[in-house]
């Protein structure tokens, strides 16, 4: 596992640090999730829960633990979380401090197992989130049975966003529609101080991307205090 920030620039601190799947020499997570196969699908998920969750603990993580899930590996809630449940207690990780990503990384054909889900989730004390909103598989049609508590806007949609209106058109509206549906907003791939600013300037507070971190390997990465000044200073 690696870990990335996800900043909150309202209150100066780290909100989450993501778990990103890793191979054992660094290899990106597309390279070890090319070869599970089917079969192997829910055993992969169970273990990279359990695996990231032992590694916050063993590092010392204060924040909240934002993990991916693949929604077609969770065959019923409930059951396919015990190991989740059955690691935090033995670490003593809160569960209030799980946040669930449903990655876009596969399809979901069965939505109302998809809502069933997230449902589940919620009443478990699990926040959960839509990951790479915008783009792939996490379109605004999932919104229509989906209420999750986080939107991380894709990358597509931050980039060069401070001097492109049609991007900023585009957030301005998903910002006014996650506001009226409760939802949380995190950019995601923030990797100039120009983009955050511009963010920042329009109620977007938590960010994640290389501007503040780099994903570490098995590490939590340090954060130059200067990149929040700078982008709440202007």
């Known amino acids: 596992?690696?870990?990335?920030?996800?900043?909150?620039?309202?209150?100066?601190?780290?909100?989450?640090?993501?778990?990103?799947?890793r191979g054992v020499n660094g290899e990106s997570a597309w390279s070890i999730l090319s070869q599970v196969t089917p079969k192997d699908l829910y055993a992969f998920d169970q273990a990279c829960r359990v695996r990231a969750i032992e590694m916050a603990s063993q590092l010392g993580m204060t924040s909240r633990l934002s993990i991916n899930f693949l929604p077609n590996a969770v065959y019923e809630p409930r059951a396919c979380i015990r190991a989740?449940?059955?690691?935090?207690?033995?670490?003593?990780?809160?569960?209030?401090?799980?946040?669930?990503?449903?990655?876009?990384?596969?399809?979901?054909?069965?939505?109302?197992?998809?809502?069933?889900?997230?449902?589940?989730?919620?009443?478990?004390?699990f926040s959960v989130a839509l990951d790479d909103f915008g783009t792939g598989h996490a379109n605004l049609d999932l919104l229509t049975v989906l209420s999750p508590n986080h939107l991380k806007l894709d990358r597509i949609l931050i980039s060069n966003i401070d001097h492109d209106r049609r991007r900023q058109n585009m957030v301005r509206h998903i910002c006014s529609m996650a506001?009226?549906?409760?939802?949380?907003?995190?950019?995601?791939?923030?990797?100039?101080?120009?983009?955050?600013?511009?963010?920042?300037?329009?109620g977007i507070t938590r960010h994640q991307g290389y501007y503040y971190a780099r994903p570490a390997f098995q590490a939590l990465p340090d954060i130059d205090p200067g990149c929040f000044s700078a982008v709440t200073a202007a």
Do not use: C
């Open 1 to 21: 596992m690696a870990f990335q920030p996800i900043v909150d620039l309202e209150n100066g601190s780290v909100f989450a640090h993501e778990a990103l799947v």
């Open 84 to 125: 989740t449940l059955k690691v935090a207690e033995r670490v003593g990780w809160s569960l209030d401090n799980l946040i669930f990503e449903i990655t876009e990384n596969e399809h979901v054909t069965d939505r109302d197992h998809l809502h069933h889900i997230v449902e589940e989730y919620h009443e478990m004390g």
């Open 179 to 202: 506001g009226s549906l409760d939802m949380g907003l995190v950019a995601e791939g923030v990797e100039t101080l120009e983009e955050a600013r511009w963010l920042y300037q329009n």
